[in-house]
């Protein structure tokens, strides 16, 4: 049975190994890592079957590449100081099902106002859990003017536990500058620090949202900050951390006009006083 076995791979430069009906093929010519020639055969077949499992499961589990972008620019081009990352589904479009058209993706309102508000003051990247083909199509319709440099679909995210999960060290950015939106934690469970948890969009049509969030991003984010990650800490609290900036906004609103308010009170008394003491001279 040994020369037998022997004599197959010498012929045809293969072992084959049937399982159940499935098929094993190794190539004896071709040493895996540290694999010894002098090993018995059965457990050169163990270990070579370890090796084609472990393989298969890092190319479905883990990015083939630790650098999912290219290196940024040096600092002495004019580029944006941070990077934004943001999911796609139920944030910019949603997926709505029927008989008549199957699935569908309805574009969210306002998403031209958020990708050329934000497009001007950050490095975009969309990194979304869906399929390549699915995404690019979509992104094609709703950024025809480019707004979004960098496109990461599920193909670069990392599986783990049973969960997908977007490890943003594999971007190559500096996490200091960059901004997450999201509205699944779980995906962005190793970076927390760096992420702004939001309500999902269902597909209503009266949702203004996105205004707010770009004028919460520019309102905010137009400062040099050194760490985003402090100042998004600041709106982890909330619920809904929009929602709370709007009102914020409101009540900065109010207090500016009650103080301008207050202004015009103290020029009109003045205006009123100086009007009076002009008459004085003419008394005497």
Not at 148 to 174: H, P, S, T, W
Request: net charge negative; with cysteine; proline share 5%.
């Amino acid at each position: 049975m040994k020369k037998s076995l022997k004599f197959f791979s010498t012929t045809f430069g293969v072992s084959l190994l049937a399982f159940g009906g499935y098929s094993l093929v190794f190539e004896d010519d071709i040493l895996l890592p540290n694999e010894n020639k002098n090993v018995p055969f059965i457990i050169k077949i163990y270990e070579r079957i370890c090796f084609r499992i472990e393989f298969y499961h890092k190319m479905f589990t883990i990015p083939a590449t630790n650098k999912l972008l290219p290196d940024p620019l040096p600092d002495y081009y004019n580029k944006p100081q941070y990077t934004l990352v943001f999911e796609m589904t139920d944030l910019l479009v949603h997926p709505e099902w029927s008989y008549s058209t199957g699935w569908r993706f309805k574009k969210r309102p306002n998403v031209d106002y958020f990708l050329e508000r934000v497009g001007k003051i950050f490095e975009v990247v969309v990194y979304t859990a869906e399929s390549g083909y699915i995404a690019s199509p979509i992104l094609d319709e709703i950024d025809p003017n480019g707004w979004i440099q960098y496109r990461l679909a599920r193909q670069c995210i990392e599986f783990r536990n049973g969960q997908l999960v977007k490890n943003l060290d594999r971007i190559n950015r500096d996490l200091s500058k960059v901004i997450v939106i999201d509205w699944n934690s779980s995906w962005t469970q190793l970076q927390p620090y760096n992420t702004l948890i939001i309500p999902r969009w269902n597909g209503d049509d009266n949702d203004n949202s996105l205004i707010d969030l770009a004028d919460f991003l520019k309102a905010v984010f137009s400062n040099n900050i050194k760490d985003v990650r402090e100042v998004l800490n600041d709106y982890k609290q909330y619920d809904d951390p929009i929602k709370a900036f709007r009102e914020n906004q409101r009540i900065l609103k109010e207090k500016t006009e009650k103080e301008e308010e207050k202004k015009e009170e103290i020029q009109v008394i003045g205006d009123n006083n100086k009007s009076w003491f002009s008459w004085i001279p003419w008394i005497y």
